[in-house]
DNA sequence: ACAATTTTTTTGAACGTTACAAAGACATGT
DNA sequence: ACATGTCTTTGTAACGTTCAAAAAAATTGT
């Protein structure tokens, strides 16, 4: 009634001379409303801008079209930009499908589901998407105790609970392709540089190396270190020593510091032997080839599984998706991580 | 009454034979009720684990506690580290005072504008932050015609539209800073390398550099170029043939960039002739001297103004806040970006 | 002991929506 | 004309909360 206010159903219906119901059921059943009435009343919706009310909305029907998800502590910065892709494109497939990312912040794993457990209280999310499982991840386990649908991006690693949705990108499956391409354009003792062993998703990288490797019945040369630039020069610098002509890092930041050793002698346009994991801006930059994610499909189906779950929670079939991995190939375009030779310019 | 069902202020109003009002007072109020009624009320929520439904509050109180926010398509990525840093920052400055982020994209400024009036309208957000301010912005001026509060992290550039809130940092004091550093360490002829004229925040930041470098009564060694690594390096590659020995730059990619040209003949620990802007990890990793942005700050600050135009709308006391960057000093750490002198390492 | 005052608690209504059931309108077959 | 069935519309109630005002209880002063 007041001329500010922003219009309701109760106002609409009133404007309309029909029933708030009718104005309901144009919105949510349009079936049961008869044409002309039904277009009637979409014209006035449309021209009043009406919106309905999200908190009404949830009030009557306990869905509040929330997702929660946590937002990380800003991690290395190169790599973290897989998980801000992976981020945009989970935001989009749920506006898509008509849901609103709720973001939160937590130190640890139990207090993120603390954190996850109030909102669903509170009544401000339906459901949880997780990033970032470890091996022996409580969170699954947790969040299935409290009643709250979710998936996670990464897999159930190790037994601790696997009764859950999720989706996840075949790391060995990467790293294989991209050892076996290393050796077919000549390199018959394929380095690894990874990440300590305690890393689930770094072991199953390596595992694809092992494996291509393991068919040339050749020398294992491996390298376990953090996930620094200057460490990967270190340990390409000892692979190197050790007979090694190429190598598959673990990241593009372990790859970036390869190249300033394996990158020794090559001239811009050359094919690098060096390759990289999760195709960060800064490989696209420098002409490094990279095992890229294919993150937006991984996105659209965990919000997929999540929109499934919260349709029908008793429905418990839980489902896991495995992605493969494509090889971006690249030759050198930069000369950052070496001296250029001067004339290429 | 369900054994099942969430515990409302009814249910502990029943349970604790109160009013519903009193159990409310005790939340909200806690003032008004009577010191032995209040802890026994309290102890009750602690003990049921009751938290307020959001949607009966929203709808009750015409707030949702919602911030709009949007993600923005995935830049550069070495350089998105900085917004990565600042929604981190954001997110937990606003869930410190009850309010929650809430995620959205849009295509551009016209539509995030239309999105966020959508979702005002709908009652999922109670106001907006804006990042990412550029030359006559179309964004502050709809939405203040929306009447949606907002506040802007980047400030009102040109003429357009200024009566808003908004933190920025001061670009211009930061590469003046830099400048200086390079001078008093013996440099004169001091160059900058930065983005196309039509960057507002481009132009503040080589706005430092040149007035430092006025100063000298030299001549004025710049590049405009775009943000890549590579075109940083034949940026730095001119520049040195006019006769510069070092560099100020508008990003880290850049520096990045020209240190493959102006690092020639230095040695790990020694003082780099370039220094980079927003110290994104990559510098860090290297080792390069960058112009830091106090962005906690500058989240907890634009939070706070919200925060205020959401509690006062009416007063428009728009105010805006320009903060002071710090200059990171550095020695060179790594040997990415040029050959390494072996024996170091 | 009682009126006046203050403190504490309760009552009733409303925010905007949808589920459910019932009523009304309309057509069909006898 | 009337019962029967289908299609369309409407009334009532409820989701959980807070506001405003009224009622009840406790405190104070005389």
């Known amino acids: 009634m007041a001329p500010q206010s922003r219009p ?5 219906a009133a404007q309309l001379g029909v029933s708030i119901q009718t104005v309901s059921n144009v919105i949510n059943n349009p079936e049961a409303v008869r044409l002309a009435t039904r277009e009637r009343v979409e014209a006035a919706i449309k021209a009043s801008g009406y919106r309905p009310s999200i908190a009404g909305r949830a009030l009557r029907t306990r869905r509040s079209w929330g997702i929660g998800m946590r937002l990380h502590p800003v991690v290395d910065g190169i790599n973290g930009e897989v998980l801000d892709h992976f981020f945009h494109a989970v935001t989009e497939s749920a506006q898509a499908k008509g849901y609103r990312i709720n973001l939160f912040i937590a130190a640890d794993a139990v207090a993120e589901v603390t954190a996850l457990a109030d909102m669903q209280a509170a009544g401000a999310i339906d ?7 470890g091996l022996g991840d409580p969170r699954p386990k947790l969040l299935t105790e409290v009643g709250l649908p979710f998936a996670t991006f990464g897999r159930p690693w190790g037994e601790t609970f696997t009764k859950h949705s999720w989706v996840d990108v075949d790391g060995k499956a990467g790293s294989y392709q991209a ?6 354009i000549g390199h018959e003792r394929v380095g690894y540089i990874g990440w300590p062993a305690e890393s689930a998703a770094g072991e199953d990288r390596r595992a694809g190396w092992l494996a291509a490797q393991a068919e040339l019945a050749g020398e294992l040369l491996q390298a376990h270190t953090g996930n620094s630039v200057r460490q990967g020069s270190l340990a390409a610098l000892e692979l190197k020593k050790q007979g090694a002509t190429a190598v598959v890092c673990a990241s593009d930041s372990l790859a970036l510091g390869a190249l300033s050793v394996f990158a020794e002698g090559a001239v811009l346009g050359d094919e690098l032997p060096v390759i990289g994991f999760d195709n960060t801006p800064v490989a696209r930059a420098i002409g490094l080839s990279s095992v890229s994610q294919p993150v937006e499909q991984a996105a659209a189906l965990v919000v997929d599984q999540i929109v499934g779950q919260v349709n029908a929670p008793l429905d418990f079939s839980a489902q896991g998706v495995l992605l493969s991995p494509s090889l971006e190939l690249r030759k050198w375009e930069s000369m950052v991580a070496s001296q250029p030779s001067r004339k290429e310019i």
Chains 1, 2 share one sequence.
């Open 8 to 12: 309701t159903l109760a106002s609409l």
């Open 127 to 133: 459901a949880a998407l997780l990033i970032d499982t």
């Open 179 to 184: 050892t076996r391409y290393l050796q077919s």
